[in-house]
């Protein structure tokens, strides 16, 4: 299979142009015009992902998250950063990212934490940004919501930042950071919002609008990693497509 049919595919659901402006994504190291037999899909791209992807001879590794942000001036080999570049094109192995076009698309990022989260008739959270789902959910407490939250993605942690006694009939949901989509969660008539990444001044802000907010992580997004590869071997059944098995969450619950 070549890499280019991989990407075709993916495009085609995912288009780059529906990527912020801010973003990069899409081929970021090395040649898609490949043979590839292996894919390795993971959320962020690490030194340990990469020495994952050489020691189980992957043909292509897909992430979420960029490698390259913003434009490089250099590629210093003794940099965490060069040293990923060197090693992916030493090993032939090409690193394609899906960032926010994944996010925004319809059936993407928040679509599927939508379907997870079992909100009923999903609609758009924030128009002006095309980003985030809310809409109904089954009524429960906002205890029994959280553990259902927290099991249902996988987050031991997580922080509550305001309080209610109602039962919570609405969600609000974006995946990654999305503290800016507070407000708009609120004029949604959501009884909760979840999302990752909340600042303490943007917590102090949701208190003060009266909007109650779970902080999950940023690893919310895990659930990228299993739904492109249920794509892809759906898609392509002769591929192998592996899910990484290494945890880039950088913080330590204590």
């Not at 890499?3 to 402006?21: C, H, N, R, T, V």
């Not at 992902?49 to 001879?57: G, H, Y």
């Not at 109650?212 to 002769?238: C, N, P, R, T, Y």
């Amino acid at each position: 299979m070549n890499g280019i049919d991989i990407i075709k595919y993916l495009e085609s659901m995912y288009p780059k142009e529906l990527a912020y402006e801010w973003d990069n994504v899409g081929l970021q190291v090395g040649s898609l015009n490949k043979n590839v037999k292996k894919v390795l899909i993971t959320l962020d791209v690490t030194k340990e992902v990469v020495k994952e992807a050489i020691s189980k001879q992957v043909d292509l590794l897909i992430s979420h998250h960029p490698l390259i942000f913003k434009p490089i001036y250099n590629i210093q080999v003794e940099s965490p950063r060069g040293w990923m570049i060197q090693k992916l094109i030493k090993h032939d192995i090409p690193l394609y990212t899906m960032h926010t076009n994944y996010d925004v698309a319809e059936g993407g990022m928040n679509d599927f934490l939508a379907k997870r989260l079992g909100i009923m008739d999903a609609q758009l959270l924030d128009s002006a940004d095309e980003i985030g789902r809310f809409g109904k959910v089954t009524p429960r407490s906002l205890e029994e919501t959280i553990s259902f939250v927290k099991n249902t993605l996988h987050a031991p942690h997580v922080r509550l930042i305001g309080s209610t006694s109602k039962q919570i009939r609405s969600i609000g949901i974006s995946g990654g950071s999305g503290a800016s989509h507070i407000a708009q969660a609120k004029r949604n008539d959501c009884d909760l919002y979840i999302t990752g990444d909340v600042t303490y001044h943007s917590a102090l802000d949701a208190i003060q609008m009266g909007q109650v907010v779970l902080d999950v992580g940023h690893h919310i997004e895990d659930i990228f990693m299993e739904a492109i590869s249920d794509q892809i071997k759906q898609h392509f059944s002769e591929l192998e497509v592996l899910i990484s098995a290494i945890n880039t969450d950088p913080y330590t619950q204590l």
